[in-house]
């Protein structure tokens, strides 16, 4: 019982943060490529992926979309980034799955930035009728850059989060 | 950082270099090219383009108000009243392929060939 009061405490504020870290986000100057973004966001799927199930990781990032699109965009974003999210989701679980500990939050976080981006594409595709496909390429570009300052910050994170004992997965 | 974080960023640098080279020699210089903008899923207005082609639209719709401005065949965004701004600072376009997109007010501007295939 008192596993389940610290876990759940432990997914709302992952999913607090994410929230907080999208908005702090949406401030920072925009990057001039349609879908390109610094991704804050990520950190949160990031530490859920490696410290919670997948199933309480994919919860994570449907509430987190569906929440800061309610309060901080419109439906438009929300089935952008719901479709984003949730692509870069089983991408990167597939990664720490298939590489294990031979990889780390950086390289995860960059495949995960690049399914976000291939995600809201899709939608693009489907939505706007066009061939928006060749963004992608300069998409990966940017890809890089923040799947790393993503993926720095999360391992620095994760550090600290196995100290204090927040790893669910041993505890089931 | 460990090894196959660098194999993901080399192999990713290694797609995104190799598809924009790709994409930047298919197009050649002698080809007919036009200017396509669409508004809400519909075609607004088709622009050939030449090297000395200089004109100002204005792409009203419902959702809002895009100005086009064409300067010696170059297409870019001037102004437009969206919140992001992303199309007014997207660089400008002549290439066959390339597009500038303003997803609030669902106004994509695109360069197709005008060649037949």
């Not at chain 1, 930035?113 to 998409?139: D, R």
């Amino acid at each position: 019982m008192k596993i389940q009061t610290r876990k759940l405490v432990f997914i709302s504020m992952l999913v607090a943060q994410a929230m907080i870290l999208s908005y702090v986000e949406s401030l920072l100057p925009a990057i001039p490529i349609p879908g390109a973004k610094l991704g804050f966001a990520n950190i949160a799927t990031l530490l859920a992926l490696s410290t919670l199930s997948f199933k309480e990781s994919f919860l994570i990032v449907v509430a987190r979309t569906v929440l800061s699109s309610f309060m901080f965009g419109n439906m438009n974003v929300l089935m952008y980034s719901l479709t984003g999210g949730i692509l870069s989701l089983i991408a990167m679980y597939f990664i720490l799955e298939l590489f294990k500990s031979n990889v780390s939050f950086v390289g995860v976080s960059i495949v995960g930035a690049i399914f976000h981006n291939i995600g809201q594409l899709i939608v693009a595709w489907l939505v706007l009728n066009i061939n928006i496909f060749v963004l992608l390429p300069y998409l990966l570009l940017v890809a890089i850059p923040t799947g790393l300052f993503v993926g720095f910050s999360s391992n620095y994170l994760l550090k600290y989060l196995h100290k204090s004992n927040f790893n669910f997965k041993d505890n089931r | 950082m460990k090894i196959r974080d660098i194999w993901i960023i080399v192999i990713v640098l290694a797609i995104a270099l190799i598809s924009i080279f790709i994409m930047h020699n298919n197009s050649e210089s002698d080809i007919q090219t036009k200017m396509v903008i669409r508004a809400a899923n519909e075609i607004y207005d088709e622009i050939p383009l030449t090297e000395d082609t200089n004109e100002t639209i204005n792409v009203e719709t419902a959702r809002g108000l895009n100005k086009i401005k064409i300067e010696n065949g170059v297409v870019s965004i001037n102004e437009a009243d969206c919140p992001d701004q992303i199309c007014v600072h997207n660089r400008p376009i002549d290439q066959v392929g390339e597009i500038i997109v303003c997803l609030p007010n669902q106004v994509i501007v695109e360069i197709v060939s005008t060649n037949e295939r």
